[in-house]
């Protein structure tokens, strides 16, 4: 079941500030048959913010299933957002606007 803890106040908020700091500063953008892939640059601080990012999204989202996905030699940074049947709406309605 997909379920958002977050009132509909709290997620619109939420959603607005994730969009403009979190995914639209995304390089790439991955359709996967179950979600999305974000490409993030290689900088120093996207680990650390896609962590923080994750562990919310835990206690709000607890649908999802989140990979961050670290290419060798400081090379790319992945974000993986995938969940059950119409997590894909989801994902598109809240943070790909």
């Avoid at 939420?14 to 993030?40: H, N, P, T, W």
């Avoid at 994750?54 to 995938?82: D, M, Q, Y």
Wanted: glycine share 6%; with cysteine.
């Amino acid at each position: 079941m997909m379920a958002c803890s977050l009132s509909e106040r709290g997620v619109v908020e939420r959603s607005k500030m994730l969009q403009r700091e979190l995914f639209a500063l995304a390089e790439e953008i991955v359709e996967l048959d179950d979600g999305y892939a974000y490409r993030f640059a290689d900088a120093a601080d996207w680990p650390a913010k896609l962590i923080e990012f994750a562990a919310a999204e835990r206690r709000c989202c607890s649908f999802f299933h989140i990979e961050i996905v670290l290419e060798p030699r400081l090379g790319r940074i992945w974000l993986h957002l995938r969940g059950p049947a119409g997590v894909k709406d989801f994902i598109r309605q809240t943070f790909n606007q």
